[in-house]
Each structure stands twice: as structure tokens, then as C-alpha cells.
């Protein structure tokens, strides 16, 4: 039975993760008293026990979190942005690649994708493997989320019943251009020119679309929107946790996947002005969901174990 340590199990992407972990015969918790969770020789102690730790913390605790795990033999999965530019560390996102799958399966220090740069990724990454799009292409993202993206703080506003009126509305904000997720989306997908990313948070829970407009014309390889869908289809052929859709309705709600480990990918739009959205769970495969997924591969199960 393989020793799990969430580090940060109080924040909602740990809280998730436990959640999803809790009851799995296959697995045993390890766990702190509410008075030492904050304990570096406690917390020390519980990460080089375990098989498999996860960083559920902000960036600079996990960067000093990872300084604790002496044991060789102790693996890491980071869900925080400290690592996903990282050398040494693998981007834990299997469907992207054969060798992204195989460089999981055998790191032993993993960093978890952002929610919006899971979306962005997932539409731009082929695009720019194949050869069908410039890396210099000036990509624009718009990316919808509900507000549990914003953690505990943002939770208890939206909550609140006395909450502000301007929360009733979606709300731009990353206004500066210089989202944290940026890096990755950049450096994953071998961008040579930076990405206008336009974030938007709205009144409900969960659930994120990520929406990447291209025109056709200024493609390397020009495509019809038919076949461009045919191309992802091909692409993300054989995966669970990834697919695209046969058909675009009238709307396309952004928490249509919530409480899943699914991404659907939708090509919409004409054959002059293409529209590729990706919808998920920002909880799910923005989050924990992803992070269960990578460590079942990390700790050689099956991938799909214990995931909806």
C-alpha cells in the first residue's frame, strides 16, 4: 500500500485531492494534527514517509517544501505555479505527448498544470507540434472560470450574504497581461511570441472554458473547420480524459464537466475565422483531478484508477 502526504491539505485544491484519495484501499494517508500542520520537522517527517507527496501551498512555501523531502525514493507532484518552468520537472500533462506520458510515469518530481493553461495548452500544444500554426503566432485566450479558481478567499466573497454587487457580474481582471500562467503556456507549447490571455471569472462554482480564436488563413498549413476537427479527434485519439466533440450546439456551457477528470475540445466557428474551446472542470482537470491522474501514473497504476 503506497504512503500518500498532502502538504497544504487545507486549501481547496488539497482539499480536493483529499477527497478524491479518501477510502482508496490501495492507498494510506498520511496525516498531521490541525496544531502541526504548519510544523516543518512534522511536516518533514510525514514527506520522506510517504510514497508520493503533493504541494498544495503557494509558490514560495512549495519551493521551500521541496527542500525537506531528503528520502531519494519520495516523489513530488507541485500544484502551485513554483515548478511548471522548471528543469528537472516534468508538466503533468500525459495527453499532450507520448514522451510528456512516459516523462510522469518516470520522474519523481511532477508540477500539476494550471486550470487556465490546461485549456490553452491542450488547443494550442498540437497546433504547434504538427507544424500547422507558426510558434510566432499571436495567440489570443479567453478563458471562463467559476470562482472556486480563486481559493478560499474568493470563495467565502462570492459566498458572502452581504457580497458585493459587482460580484453578480463576470469580471475581467490578469489586466496587466501578465497572468501567471503565462510562463508555462509560453514555454510548453514553444511560443516565440507571447499570448494575449484574458481571464474572466463569473458567479458560479466551478467550471472553466477556454476559448482560442484562430484565423485560417494565417495558419501554416490551412485547414477547413471539419477538418481541423478531425485533426484534435485524431490527435487525442485513445485517451480517457480527453475528447472532441462531433457536434457544436447554440451555447456551450462552461460547467458542463463539473465533478469529472474530462476536457472536451469544441472547434467551432466558419472556415475563415476557426473557434477552438476547451471545457473542463478548473477543480477536476484544472486541479486535482489532474494531480490523481499524474500520480497514478507516477506510482505505476492504472491511470484512469479512482477517477470519474
Known amino acids: 500500500m503506497k504512503k500518500v502526504f498532502i502538504d ?12 478524491r484519495l479518501q477510502g482508496r484501499p490501495d492507498l494510506c494517508l498520511l496525516t498531521l ?8 520537522a512534522a511536516r518533514k517527517e510525514k ?15 512549495a519551493r521551500e517544501a521541496v527542500t525537506l523531502a531528503e528520502n531519494p525514493d519520495t516523489k513530488i507532484i ?16 500525459p495527453e499532450l505527448s507520448e514522451a510528456h506520458r512516459r516523462a510522469i510515469a518516470e520522474s519523481k518530481r511532477v508540477a500539476n498544470p494550471g486550470c487556465h493553461a ?7 500544444y498540437p497546433l504547434i507540434a504538427r507544424g500547422l500554426v507558426s ?7 479567453h478563458s471562463v472560470t467559476g470562482y472556486s479558481g480563486g481559493g478560499k478567499k474568493m470563495i467565502a466573497e462570492y459566498e458572502a450574504a452581504d457580497r458585493d454587487a459587482s460580484l453578480d457580474s463576470p469580471r475581467q481582471y490578469g489586466l496587466t497581461l501578465a497572468h501567471k500562467h503565462l510562463p508555462e503556456m509560453v514555454a510548453v507549447c514553444k511560443l516565440t511570441r507571447k499570448p ?9 462554482y466551478c467550471g472553466m472554458c477556454g476559448t482560442v480564436p484562430i484565423f485560417a488563413d494565417l495558419m501554416q498549413k490551412r485547414m477547413t473547420k471539419e477538418v481541423l476537427r478531425e485533426f484534435y479527434a485524431e490527435y487525442y485519439a485513445g485517451h480517457s480524459f480527453v475528447s472532441v466533440a462531433k457536434e457544436t450546439g447554440a451555447y456551450l456551457p462552461s460547467n458542463a464537466f463539473v465533478g469529472t477528470n474530462h476536457m472536451e475540445i469544441t472547434v467551432a466557428g466558419n472556415d475563415e475565422q ?11 482537470k484544472g486541479a486535482s483531478g489532474a494531480a490523481v491522474q499524474n500520480m497514478n501514473l507516477m506510482l505505476g497504476l492504472e491511470e484512469t484508477a479512482y477517477l470519474k
Request: charged share 20%.
Open 8 to 19: 497544504g491539505k487545507e486549501g481547496t485544491t488539497g482539499l480536493q485531492i483529499y477527497d
Open 33 to 40: 494534527p490541525e496544531e502541526l500542520r504548519k510544523d516543518a
Open 47 to 61: 514527506m520522506n514517509e510517504a510514497d508520493i507527496v503533493f504541494l498544495c501551498l503557494p509558490d514560495a512555501a
Open 78 to 93: 507541485d500544484a502551485s505555479t513554483a515548478h511548471r518552468t522548471a528543469e528537472g520537472w516534468a508538466y503533468g500533462f
Open 118 to 124: 490546461s485549456g490553452f495548452i491542450a488547443l494550442v
Open 135 to 141: 510558434p510566432d503566432y499571436p495567440f489570443v485566450c
Open 196 to 204: 494575449i490571455f484574458n481571464p474572466i471569472v463569473a458567479d458560479y
Open 274 to 284: 476557426i473557434l477552438l474551446c476547451a471545457r473542463f472542470d478548473n477543480l477536476g
